[in-house]
């Protein structure tokens, strides 16, 4: 009999927690939907920490400067936990197809907010003109988002990003300084020239000098074989399903060949001891150069979903080139190599690198509590923020580490650095 009570009890106490959240979700549905801009919100299924993951989509000018104008429809994603418990509000730099782990808001266990970028997969405009994809623009499309939700969140809030959205969390807060109290980007480059030099500096100088020239001696190798190797890199590429239209196919596999070094020290797949030697068989050259290389980033398939980010980049954001110095007498096709051949067609982007650079010295005179997480050979670290000392930002490198260093990639000293300055900051209790 206190067997059948106990499990009525809990089966009756379960009723009443799941009661709660159903209606605690449905509250929140109701306070979304009653924000001016909200087109629609749906919760969609979690196997999170969070009680409720939604799809939501708001109304934003297309230029902010005219908000009378054209609008677009903007694609974020909440995870919501507690109203009164942080916000991180990642802004992401391309398209967000579903939610994603986020680090940082696992580690403060708080609410989660995810924004796709203006002109990425469901967030573009009709008929887009390329002058309305600025940094400014996007900066208010997040003010904007987080003035709203401000509404509902009443704890501090965090914004963060990785790579080109760690770029993006920068700009939105030199634009709007105040809508967060702090920020946390990641690998973050700040490019200060349409194909930053300081590329080629780092590339000449990251990891041992045997492990450089041991990479330049392994493109040379693979250059001089390149016929052989071009048929393999074409049957590799047809059952990929990978097409390539920015270039004839030797030309885009002596890009591929170019963009080795940069790729090998960005995601470090292999170490300088799997380099292949000049003695090593033809399939061992082509599947280092297909592990370090990414055949699909001169893909049609791969260039069409980030195809904005490249006029991005050589309107204001910038990019990097290649140094073809120690391969020039083997290239065949590539003379003059650049990214720019990556530029969508229908576009004409004109660089101006004077806004990067006031970013840049605003970050080192005023941007204060900015958390900076960097990898030390990754080839992005060539462009990093440079800190002054003139504000209290911090910048944490792994040494060694890739572009996919993340706190807690950190050793058990590098993360208590990382999060008491994130306690100091927030006033908030981080459980170790």
């Known amino acids: 009999m206190k067997q059948f009570r106990f499990k009525i009890i809990s089966q009756l106490l379960l009723i009443v927690l799941l009661s709660s959240t159903l209606i605690a979700q449905s509250q929140l549905e109701q306070k979304l939907n009653s924000l001016e801009g909200i087109v629609k919100v749906t919760q969609i299924e979690s196997d999170s920490i969070y009680s409720g993951v939604y799809v939501v989509f708001i109304e934003q000018p297309v230029d902010h400067n005219n908000p009378e104008g054209d609008h677009f429809i903007q694609k974020f994603y909440i995870g919501h936990i507690d109203e009164d418990l942080p916000v991180v509000i990642e802004l992401d730099g391309y398209s967000l197809p579903k939610p994603r782990y986020n680090e940082l808001a696992d580690i403060l266990n708080c609410n989660k907010i995810q924004v796709e970028h203006r002109y990425f997969g469901e967030s573009v405009p009709d008929n887009a003109e390329w002058k309305y994809l600025t940094v400014e623009q996007s900066a208010n499309d997040h003010h904007h988002i987080i003035s709203l939700l401000k509404n509902i969140y009443k704890g501090k809030w965090i914004s963060s990003g990785i790579s080109k959205g760690g770029q993006t969390t920068i700009f939105h807060r030199y634009f709007f300084n105040d809508d967060v109290d702090v920020s946390v980007p990641y690998v973050t480059p700040m490019n200060i020239a349409e194909e930053d030099p300081r590329i080629y500096h780092f590339l000449d100088n990251v990891g041992t000098k045997e492990c450089r020239d041991k990479m330049i001696q392994f493109q040379r190798e693979v250059l001089k074989r390149e016929d052989e190797l071009l048929e393999m890199f074409l049957d590799d590429s047809e059952k990929s399903g990978y097409t390539y239209s920015i270039g004839s196919d030797r030309l885009i596999f002596e890009f591929a060949v170019l963009e080795y070094t940069f790729a090998f020290w960005q995601w470090q797949n292999n170490n300088c001891d799997e380099i292949p030697d000049m003695s090593a068989s033809s399939d061992e050259l082509f599947n280092h150069l297909k592990r370090n290389s990414s ?138």
């Open 295 to 432: 055949f699909s980033y001169f893909s049609d398939q791969g260039i069409a979903p980030i195809a904005p980010f490249f006029y991005q980049a050589y309107s204001e954001i910038g990019y990097y080139g290649y140094d073809i110095s120690p391969l020039k007498e083997l290239l065949r096709e590539v003379k003059d190599p650049s990214s720019k051949i990556f530029i969508p067609h229908n576009s004409n982007p004109q660089f101006d690198c004077s806004l990067m650079q006031d970013i840049n010295s605003w970050v080192q005179k005023h941007g204060n509590n900015m958390l900076f997480i960097y990898g030390g050979n990754d080839t992005w670290s060539a462009t990093a923020v440079e800190l002054t000392g003139e504000t209290n930002s911090i910048k944490m490198v792994k040494e060694g580490g890739s572009h996919r260093t993340r706190i807690n990639s950190f050793s058990d000293e590098g993360k208590e650095i990382i999060f008491s300055t994130l306690e100091d900051w927030l006033d908030y209790k981080i459980e170790r």
